[in-house]
């Protein structure tokens, strides 16, 4: 699988050996040490996915997290290092796709990056879906609301896909967590609640009132078309 | 009995330890009852001694006084009778009738019996009779309904005896009004010495209740409770050095507890700081792995113990990261429903123990969360495989609002001396014995399980294995991450806003 992958971490053996155990994966990589060399790094050039971790010296994961989010969509699997589960819910809400506490194991990360990269490749419906005043163009990987552009991640996008092909059915955590994040077994069902808020914010005419993507109490999530 | 309150004011931080059996108690108002008593009888015997001994001393003033005078009335009397001697018929009655005009009573013997009033005819004793014939003056009283005194002798110059008779009647009634009152204010002094004494036993053991409420509330961990001290008597000084020693008390816990939570905070540092390294050491070892047949023998044997040993350090990093976070009460418990067998199940799949473990049971659901409850499970099943032999039963059942798990081995038992420290940190059965596991399984399954609003006990017997048993509410306590924690993320109080209709106690679904 070839594919792009920025490695930001700022202990110099973490770095290494990511970067080798995804080099040898197939990816080509490229590291950076601190919060602005992973901008300056990811301004330069096409960049499919970032690892990042949260801790950094002068600007943090967060803000680099943000700043990315301003511009790009490029999925990013985040690294936390801290002992605080809250820390995982805001580099979530900041815009991360996916996270893997430390320390973590290199298949698994490889996995994760592997997984967040093939939400990019799903197989394309025969024409785009149309439901709730939205049109999900699966093939060109883009969503439009009165034909304008929605911003949205790829685990976004994968998120509403899923939810749009079957308006009406409801979505267990488990289940969203199985088909987006390819996570199985006990996820983080946390992961599912922050994407939908996100996609909420960008898809709904009122994120407060969510009228299109419904949460059902006690089950899970569903899509309501009309 | 009133008092005023004991000055507390809530210093314990943490829960009132949970008294299984309190302290023997004294039922209270005994002693105050015995001090009244003591005191009433001190009271009433001194009074009753005081006042019968004066009764008993005047009675006895009063009556000699009254035969005195009798007497020298007799001896006048006979002086007189001698006048009328000898006794003709007529003498006798001119006696008899002066007598009786002058106020006196008398009794005449002189060969008959001649009383000069026939109402007042007393018998007289021979003992009397016998020393009035022998020439002396002799007297008696006489205890009939009208109490009399006869005071005989014989008239000079002849054998007639007189006898003069004293009314006591009024003497006796004096007496017996006397006593009257005695036994009144005897029975006065009694009343109020109980009043006295229970008014005073009450105020002095007040400060004994409050001293007891004080040391009850100090046990109960309200470790500001302090006595007032008032005015400069024993009591105060009491209350001064309880005050005392509940300070130092009070320091010195304060003190265990800064010392705890220093260690908890070294703790969490060297879990935190160990992360880094260990995390290049799990990524180094998966790539050396990877290529351990490329490498010469030795060389090959070194690499392999190295990738095993870092998974053990790997285990004890996250074993003591988790525990030191459990420590910190940063953990939320999110409630879900969960069908508890069915995580038995995905947990033993998910481990590879299919064939070392059976689990009975058919769906049992609870209330609970389920990654606390396979932290629990998964430790307690692991802990029975590695060192139970044989078969691994794991049974689930539901008691009233309650679900128990039962985790036995058929190993060979944990010694009785053992299994009070099961669940302490880094505390190994066989010290020799160092295992995969880091000594901190049991101490985290325990804690995960408080969490849950459970308990978690363990019974074993040498030679017929071990049972866990996880016991839980059918409805766990959902709960935020605790005050502490939150105060210390106010930064990011924008998390719980930013997550309005998909909380962390919503059910995330239950599809097995």
Not at chain 2, 134 to 141: D, P, T
Not at chain 2, 339 to 357: C, E, F, K, N, T
Not at chain 2, 477 to 499: C, F, I, K, W, Y
């Amino acid at each position: 699988m070839d594919g792009r992958v920025l490695v930001v971490e700022d202990d110099a053996s973490i770095r290494e050996v990511t970067a080798l155990g995804l080099r040898r994966a197939g990816f080509r990589v490229d590291t950076a040490a601190d919060g602005r060399q992973a901008l300056t790094a990811w301004r330069s050039g096409t960049v499919d996915l970032i690892v990042l971790d949260i801790m950094l010296p002068g600007l943090d994961g967060l803000q680099v997290c943000r700043e990315i989010r301003r511009s790009s969509a490029v999925p990013i699997l985040m690294l936390t290092a801290r002992t605080d589960t809250i820390d995982v819910v805001v580099g979530l809400e900041c815009g991360a796709d996916d996270y893997l506490r430390k320390p973590f194991d290199l298949p698994e990360l490889v996995a994760r990056v592997r997984s967040v990269l093939r939400r990019a490749v799903v197989p394309p419906e025969p024409g785009p879906l149309r439901v709730g005043g939205l049109e999900i163009d699966s093939g060109a990987f883009v969503a439009r609301r009165d034909g304008q552009e929605l911003p949205l991640t790829t685990t976004e996008f994968r998120l509403l896909l899923e939810l749009a092909r079957r308006p009406g059915q409801v979505f267990t955590r488990e289940l969203l967590l199985d088909r987006v994040w390819n996570h199985s077994y006990l996820g983080d069902s946390r992961l599912v609640d922050v994407a939908v808020q996100r996609l909420r914010a960008k898809v709904e005419a009122d994120p407060g009132n969510p009228r299109l993507i419904r949460t059902v109490r006690g089950a899970g999530y569903k899509l309501v078309a009309g | 009995m009133s008092g005023e309150p004991v000055a507390a004011a809530t210093a314990g931080t943490r829960p009132a330890p949970a008294t299984t059996a309190g302290p023997p108690t004294v039922r209270p108002g005994r002693l105050r009852r015995r001090l009244t008593i003591a005191f009433v009888l001190v009271a009433g015997i001194s009074a009753g001694v005081l006042a019968g001994g004066s009764y008993l001393l005047l009675r006895q003033a009063r009556y000699d006084a009254s035969l005195h005078a009798a007497a020298a009335d007799a001896r006048y009397r006979l002086v007189l009778a001698g006048q009328f001697l000898p006794l003709t018929e007529q003498r006798r009655t001119e006696l008899l009738t002066s007598f009786e005009g002058s106020g006196r009573h008398v009794v005449l013997i002189a060969g008959d019996t001649w009383p000069s009033d026939p109402a007042y005819a007393p018998a007289l004793t021979e003992r009397l009779r016998s020393t009035v014939a022998a020439g002396e003056l002799g007297y008696q009283r006489s205890a009939g309904p009208t109490r009399l005194l006869v005071v005989g002798g014989r008239v000079p110059g002849s054998t007639a005896e007189l006898y003069v008779i004293t009314d006591e009647e009024d003497l006796v009634a004096g007496l017996e009004q006397l006593r009257n009152a005695l036994a009144a204010g005897w029975v006065l002094v009694v009343l109020l010495a109980a009043t006295v004494g229970h008014t005073l036993a009450r105020r002095t053991l007040e400060p004994v209740g409050r001293a007891s409420r004080a040391a009850r509330a100090i046990t109960e961990g309200l470790l500001a409770t302090r006595l007032p001290v008032a005015g400069r008597d024993e009591f105060s000084g009491w209350a001064a050095s309880f005050n005392e020693m509940a300070e130092a008390l009070e320091a010195k816990i304060a003190a265990l507890h800064r010392a705890q939570e220093r260690e908890r905070r070294f703790t969490a540092d060297v879990a935190h700081e160990l992360r880094t390294p260990v995390t290049a050491l799990v990524g180094a070892a998966s790539l050396l792995r990877d290529h351990l047949d490329q490498l010469p023998g030795d060389a090959r044997r070194a690499g392999e113990l190295l990738v095993t040993d870092v998974v053990r350090l790997r285990r004890l990093v996250e074993d003591l990261m988790e525990i030191s976070r459990l420590d910190a009460g940063r953990e939320a418990v999110s409630v879900t429903d969960v069908d508890a067998p069915g995580l038995v199940r995905r947990i033993v799949a998910a481990r590879g123990w299919p064939d070392r473990v059976t689990v009975d049971g058919g769906p049992l659901r609870l209330r609970t969360d389920p990654r606390r409850l396979e932290r629990v499970l998964g430790n307690l099943i692991a802990n029975a495989v590695q060192h139970g032999a044989g078969e691994v039963r794991v049974r689930t059942a539901r008691s009233g609002d309650r679900v128990h798990v039962d985790v036995d081995d058929q190993g060979p038992g944990i010694p009785a001396e053992h299994l009070p420290r099961l669940f302490d940190r880094f505390h190994k059965v066989d010290p020799a014995r160092s295992g995969g596991g880091s000594g901190l399984g049991l101490a985290i399954a325990l804690e995960n399980a408080r969490l849950l609003g459970g308990t978690l006990t363990v019974h074993s017997a040498p030679g017929t294995g071990t049972r866990f048993r996880l016991d839980l509410p059918g409805s766990a306590p959902e709960d935020v991450p605790s005050t502490r924690a939150a105060a210390e993320n106010a930064g990011s109080t924008r998390v719980s806003s930013g997550l309005p209709d998909a909380g962390g106690s919503e059910p995330t679904g239950g599809t097995g």
